[in-house]
């Protein structure tokens, strides 16, 4: 059964996955159980850390492997490798202008239940979550909306 996770990064680390074609991405050195947990099958949604936003859906394509070539380069931390990487397909990455702001999610997804509504932000520190499929479900269908340039619902 394909599980489903959050991916949390900076605009500069989307930028280069983005710039990649989306047929790559990597995680975190303090991500290693996790990454390894991702399979061939499994649905990536990417928060941008800064913009608070959710900007693309993508399908994971190969199992992760590790490598320690820099692709990717956070300014928060520059001697980040990201050295767990997978293949992966885009499903649907929204134009910037239709990025889906994440805060109206605090209240929508299930995951997200454990922090209070004025720390919402907090679900989102670290690099990976795995969430239910019901969230990655309401993510996918607002996704779509989106795409069509249709407006999600907030509540």
């Known amino acids: 059964m394909p599980r489903n996770w959050i991916v949390v990064g900076s605009p500069e680390i989307f930028e280069t996955t983005r710039a990649l074609g ?3 991405h990597g995680f975190k050195s303090t991500r290693r159980n996790m990454a390894n947990s991702i399979q061939p099958g499994d649905l990536l949604a990417f928060y941008i850390s800064g913009r608070k ?13 590790e490598e320690h070539t820099r692709i990717w380069q956070s300014a928060k931390k520059p001697d980040e490798l990201y050295p767990y990487r997978a293949g ?6 929204l134009p910037e202008d239709r990025w889906l702001d994440a805060e109206p999610y605090h209240d929508r997804f299930r ?4 922090w209070p509504r004025a720390n919402w932000t907090l679900a989102y520190q670290g690099n990976l979550h795995e969430i239910p499929q019901e969230d990655m479900d309401l993510l996918l269908a607002d996704f779509e909306r989106a795409a069509r340039g249709e407006t999600a619902p907030t509540a």
């Open 53 to 65: 936003q959710f900007a693309a859906i993508c399908r994971v394509t190969s199992p992760v492997v």
């Open 22 to 24: 989306f047929t790559r």
């Open 111 to 114: 995951w997200t239940q454990r």
């Open 88 to 93: 992966i397909e885009p499903v649907i990455v």
